[in-house]
């Protein structure tokens, strides 16, 4: 089960961008809390203390406590944006939730006991993961902080599919299982003698185009000198 994640918040009574550039340059971030049948409501938190809480990889499958102004307020994050330059978080969106609520959530899959995997340790097969997450459904008290997966005896050309996997307790996936796959095992890619020769043509071609635009530039710095 994931740990339950703690955040500090004040309230935020202004709105809109000239407000939100004036929080962000105080280094926090706006965010909003909404959703439980109640009005939404206007928060901006520590920028240092809600990227230590997105490092810890789970911060869109756990539980986040909220302390606005010491009113402690259950919630799930729906939604973190972030600057396209900076790569920093500029807003959040917390949905509100109760002790008990059933909620769906995006949880990452692992894949254990590669070594224990015929198809991949004795014939060298690729490992193929087609869902990184699945989509659960389950208490919010019992989010899950991964999915496992047990590749002990697969061979090359083995499909896993969700029906396959183990959930965990109370978990129920929103799509159907048997049309889901997990990832695949495949044979390994050799490279045949044309490829070679494609791949040393284009690395031929590639420094060639370097050597061209270093005499171009060294050209044009001589013209200005």
Do not use: C, W
């Amino acid at each position: 089960m994931s740990d339950t994640l703690h955040l500090s918040a004040e309230t935020r009574d202004r709105v809109g961008k000239g407000a939100s550039r004036a929080l962000r340059r105080d280094g926090r971030v706006p965010a909003v809390i909404y959703g439980n049948k109640q009005d939404p409501q206007g928060i901006h938190l520590n920028a240092r203390e809600l990227m230590k809480q997105l490092m810890t990889g789970h911060f869109m499958n756990s539980v986040i406590m909220v302390d606005v102004g010491g009113t402690k307020v259950r919630t799930l994050a729906k939604d973190v944006a972030f600057d396209v330059v900076t790569d920093q978080p500029i807003h959040v969106d917390f949905l509100r939730i109760s002790k008990n609520a059933t909620v769906t959530v995006a949880v990452p899959v692992v894949f254990t006991n590669e070594d224990d995997a015929p198809g991949i340790k004795r014939d060298g097969g690729v490992l193929n993961v087609v869902a990184h997450e699945i989509e659960l459904t389950v208490e919010a008290s019992n989010i899950p902080t991964e999915i496992v997966v047990d590749l002990t005896g697969r061979e090359v050309g083995d499909t896993i599919h969700l029906s396959d996997v183990t959930l965990p307790n109370g978990a129920e996936a929103t799509a159907s299982e048997d049309a889901v796959t997990v990832a695949t095992i495949s044979q390994p890619t050799t490279l045949t003698a044309e490829d070679e020769a494609l791949d040393a043509e284009v690395a031929e071609a590639q420094s060639a185009e370097a050597a061209a635009e270093a005499e171009e530039a060294e050209g044009e710095d001589k013209a200005e000198g």
